[in-house]
């Protein structure tokens, strides 16, 4: 029985490819709606099974059932490291696939049997799910994606008031005491706090109502972090 081997490289390729076949994009990967709705396998809750033989979860040979521990399931503590374990089969699924059909996994003490015939080498393929899974449930370049969003706002904040500023400034000049160039200066005040704020806060607020609270509090500390240096960058050149 040969033990196939990976390295972290080759293990986040194929988290990659999996998540680009299978995720939607939402924060965080909903690991458990993937399982059964696009694998088609099924997650039934097992009694006792952390118990007998130490495990959250466990992936059955014919890769159609994942059997979970029930108290865990059903236990919203237990959440997020039910989602790891889920991940984890999935990980022989996509990594230990022909080795997984050849132990014919179909009751516990298969389980035993297996890990007492191949000793040491189960440590492998459990050290390979355990890398996939954490590649698979946090994406790397979803940071690089929000970046992206955050600078792109904050430019777009920067030239809106540069140009109100403009537009302020040349009204400014042609007023001549007419009041009814401050009411419009004070309207396009009022409306640009609008503007801005739907370009500072929109996304991020599509992210929260999303569910995907961390994403926006990261996107609303880029915007910030983008429109300092920003400032800092125009206070330099323009100023000193």
């Not at 004070?186 to 640009?192: A, D, G, Q, T, Y």
């Amino acid at each position: 029985m040969q033990i196939p081997f990976f390295n972290n490289e080759e293990l986040k390729q194929r988290a990659q490819e999996f998540r680009s076949k299978f995720w939607d994009g939402i924060i965080p990967v909903n690991i458990e709606y993937i399982i059964e709705f696009k694998l088609g396998i099924k997650i039934i809750p097992i009694l006792g099974l952390y118990k007998q033989c130490n495990a959250d979860a466990l992936i059955a040979s014919d890769w159609q059932t994942i059997y979970v521990d029930n108290d865990n399931y059903l236990d919203d503590k237990y959440y997020n490291r039910l989602r790891f374990s889920l991940a984890h089969e999935i990980g022989h699924l996509v990594l230990h696939r022909d080795l997984y059909i050849s132990f014919s996994i179909k009751s516990i003490e298969d389980i035993y049997n297996i890990i007492e015939k191949i000793g040491q080498e189960y440590g492998i393929i459990e050290g390979h799910a355990n890398r996939f899974a954490n590649f698979l449930l946090v994406p790397r370049d979803r940071l690089s994606v929000l970046a992206l969003y955050g600078f792109l706002q904050s430019v777009g904040i920067f030239f809106y008031v540069s140009l109100v500023v403009w537009f302020m400034s040349t009204a400014g000049k042609m007023a001549g005491g007419n009041m009814w160039i401050g009411v419009i200066m004070l309207m396009l005040f009022i409306f640009s706090a609008a503007i801005t704020g739907l370009l500072f806060f929109g996304y991020a607020f599509f992210l929260y109502f999303r569910d995907e609270k961390k994403d926006a509090i990261k996107l609303v500390g880029l915007n910030l972090a983008f429109l300092f240096i920003l400032t800092l960058i125009l206070f330099v050149i323009k100023v000193v």
